[in-house]
């Protein structure tokens, strides 16, 4: 069966400061992934989708990048963390071509004071 | 791009009764609908989904009714209890073609069930 992991679940780090959080898949090959932010009390925001290794799409404009170094390897990133990054990160996967159920991994919540 | 507008936002009722989430859509390529539930803290988890060749499709206590006409689709959930308590979100897709999967969510419905 297929599993989603994400690390770390918690992350506080100062303004400024660099960013790095990770998502892989496992029991799955050629997953499309997704990058979502959630802000407290507030919908999900896609951020990144990609559909392949080294095919990354950014939906908003940020402070953000994100990377897909393997198949199942998403990374989320930023140089300089500002206040309004904190928030509740969430990976997602589903199929590409088959049905687009998305799966959640169980999140990362990112304070930046 | 789908835009995908969701009502109301929050919503409270008492065990036992029923509640009703709705939600609109743009695009008319559109033609998966999904409903995830949050609970505080957690991730969405799917709860039931439809595929526009369907009208309504039930799950036990809760169903979706779709409306293609009209771009609309509603969550009923019926005979509430107390750990229904959650964010509900709806969300859109076309299947295939250039969508990549993607999801249009709506911003969501704060469904609290008192005892």
């Known amino acids: 069966s297929q599993t989603i992991h994400q690390w770390p679940a918690t992350l506080v780090q100062p303004v400024g400061s660099p960013l790095s959080l990770e998502c892989t898949v496992e029991g799955t090959s050629n997953p499309n992934l997704y990058w979502y932010r959630q802000a407290a009390g507030r919908g999900l925001q896609l951020l990144f989708y990609?559909?392949?290794?080294?095919?990354i799409s950014s939906e908003v404009p940020q402070n953000l990048s994100a990377s897909r170094p393997q198949d199942r390897q998403f990374i989320l990133s930023s140089k300089k963390l500002l206040l309004s990054d904190s928030g509740f990160y969430l990976c997602?996967?589903?199929?590409?071509?088959?049905?687009?159920?998305?799966?959640f991994g169980p999140g990362t919540r990112l304070t930046v004071l | 791009g789908e835009n995908v507008e969701q009502h109301p936002s929050t919503l409270s009722v008492q065990e036992g009764d029923s509640a009703v989430i709705k939600c609109t859509y743009s695009?008319?390529?559109?033609?998966?609908f999904p409903w995830y539930k949050q609970e505080l803290g957690k991730r969405p988890q799917l709860i039931i989904d439809i595929r526009s060749n369907v009208g309504e499709k039930k799950d036990q206590r809760i169903a979706v009714t779709l409306n293609k006409t009209a771009k609309h689709f509603s969550l009923h959930i019926t005979e509430t209890q107390p750990e229904d308590s959650a964010v509900y979100f709806c969300a859109a897709s076309s299947l295939g073609g250039t969508s990549y999967g993607k999801l249009t969510f709506g911003q969501g419905t704060i469904l609290t069930v008192h005892p």
């Open positions: 997602a996967w589903n199929l590409a071509g088959f049905r687009n159920e998305q799966f």
């Open positions: 990609s559909v392949g290794i080294g095919q």
């Open positions: 695009d008319s390529a559109s033609n998966y």
